[in-house]
């Protein structure tokens, strides 16, 4: 009687006789080979009451009714055992173990283990169900990449410079750190409080390998390597990072995003404050590192839409301010302090139209060898004991052709313009629309105001200025 190649299944033979006993012996194999399960692989004496259908496999080392079996598949059935010599490439399942088998051609062992590779695989769950998106996913407490006898790369690569190769941590499926070359061959450590902003912490560039900290670190000024805006608005906060013009991305305070600046270096490059309409607090205007130019900017069409108000002191303060800072758009209000205050040898630029209101102080003011350039013209809404005060060696300088334009007839009540203690005020082109009250121009102690030939009438206000101790009017 012959057998079939793999299972070993008996054959009719021609005229046999009880053809149903060799038909229901390779049925009875059939049974316990197809789909197979074991119920152990590690006994090498037969169990003393198995029940029908049941299968072992038998291990070293056989006894009794399996001696000589070792690696057999032993099947009770009709009360008596069957044995099937199995072939490379047979698997079983192991009802003791729970797990998969395989038998090499040699002896039985553990079927992923057994395996040599897996290949294109197209998507692998391990603990969890991948997609399409996520490929591999693994639910796991920990995951473990070990050597195998040297050391160990983890390898992430990306088509092009303008893709990511990163990897994000995440919150409830939320990012809240990122490490990677996002979407340039830079190396970018970002964070997140929310998953939507992002702040980059550190940069280091591919090709000098220079590092940033664009967010700014304990003793490191953040280095800009492009130009930078930072949003100011009443229903910010200032714990956003200022980078988004709305409510979760801007900041509250027009001082945060100054002290935000102060802490960068600016390189070659510019950042502006863009502060958007509403009353807002005073501020101080800080140095920082760097050739670029700070600005700080308001409504340039319509700046009596974007109020700083103080009630005393300096609202727009700028002591010792050396940095290059230009300011514009903005309506300045105080009781009694000074709209502008520029001191302590400080520079200052206003190239955008400005609104002064009503103080008992004065509109602006320069003092101890402090410079102000203004490029724009403005409006005056309201009075002041000087609109401009210059003193100690300071100067200012407006001109060209611009407009001044006096709202209501402020009144000013001790001068227009005072100039005092070798200070000076280049005045000059200027054309004034509406008029005043007042002494037009005071000045004393080799002060000078030059207005190139304008004459003693070209300062708002109806009373005669006046000069003294070598002071000059011109």
Wanted: hydrophobic share 45%; with cysteine; charged share 15%.
């Amino acid at each position: 009687m012959s057998d079939t190649a793999n299972l070993r299944l008996p054959l009719l033979e021609a005229a046999q006789a009880q053809k149903h006993v060799t038909v229901n012996e390779g049925l009875g194999l059939l049974d316990a080979l197809a789909q197979i399960a074991v119920q152990d692989r590690d006994l090498a004496t037969p169990p003393v009451t198995p029940d029908d259908g049941q299968c072992w496999i038998v291990a070293a080392g056989s006894t009794g009714a399996w001696a000589g079996r070792a690696g057999h598949l032993a099947v009770w059935r009709d009360g008596a055992w069957r044995f099937s010599m199995p072939r490379a490439g047979w698997i079983a399942y192991a009802v003791d173990e729970d797990a998969y088998l395989m038998f090499d051609g040699a002896a039985w062992g553990d079927f992923f283990a057994t395996l040599s590779a897996v290949q294109n695989l197209a998507a692998l769950g391990v603990n969890a169900t991948a997609d399409a998106t996520n490929r591999l996913a693994v639910a796991s407490g920990a995951v473990l990449f070990n050597h195998a006898g040297a050391g160990v790369q983890v390898k992430l690569n990306k088509q092009a410079a303008g893709e990511t190769a990163s990897l994000l941590f995440q919150e409830d499926f939320g990012g809240r750190a990122e490490i990677g070359l996002a979407g340039d061959d830079d190396l970018h450590v970002k964070v997140s409080a929310d998953g939507v902003h992002w702040r980059e912490a550190m940069r280091i560039d591919g090709a000098s390998g220079q590092v940033r900290f664009p967010s700014g670190a304990a003793g490191v000024r953040a280095q800009l390597s492009a130009n930078r805006t930072y949003y100011v608005r009443t229903d910010g906060s200032d714990t956003n990072d200022g980078l988004a013009d709305d409510a979760a991305g801007a900041f509250r305070t027009i001082q945060k995003a100054i002290d935000m600046v102060a802490a960068l270096d600016l390189g070659i490059f510019d950042v502006t404050i863009q502060v958007r309409a509403g009353t807002h607090g005073g501020v101080v205007l800080k140095n920082f590192a760097g050739t670029g130019t700070a600005k700080l900017v308001g409504d340039l069409a319509m700046p009596a839409n974007v109020v700083i108000n103080k009630a005393s002191g300096d609202v727009i303060g700028a002591p010792g301010l050396l940095s290059a800072w230009t300011v514009g758009g903005f309506k300045i209000t105080t009781t009694s302090g000074q709209c502008v205050g520029i001191r302590n040898g400080g520079t200052l630029q206003i190239t955008g139209p400005m609104e002064y209101g009503a103080t008992t102080g004065y509109h602006i003011f320069v003092s101890q060898q402090s410079t102000l350039v203004v490029t724009s013209g403005y409006t005056i809404s309201g009075g002041a004991s000087h609109h401009i005060r210059i003193e100690n060696t300071a100067m200012m300088q407006i001109g060209g052709g611009l407009t001044i334009t006096l709202a209501g007839t402020p009144a000013f009540g001790v001068a227009f313009i005072g100039v005092y203690r070798l200070a000076a005020a280049i005045i000059f082109g200027l054309n004034f629309a509406g008029a005043a009250t007042g002494v037009r121009y005071r000045a004393t102690l080799n002060s000078v105001i030059e207005t190139d030939g304008g004459g003693a009438a070209y300062l708002p206000g109806n009373a005669a200025g006046a000069l003294a101790t070598g002071a000059q009017y011109n």
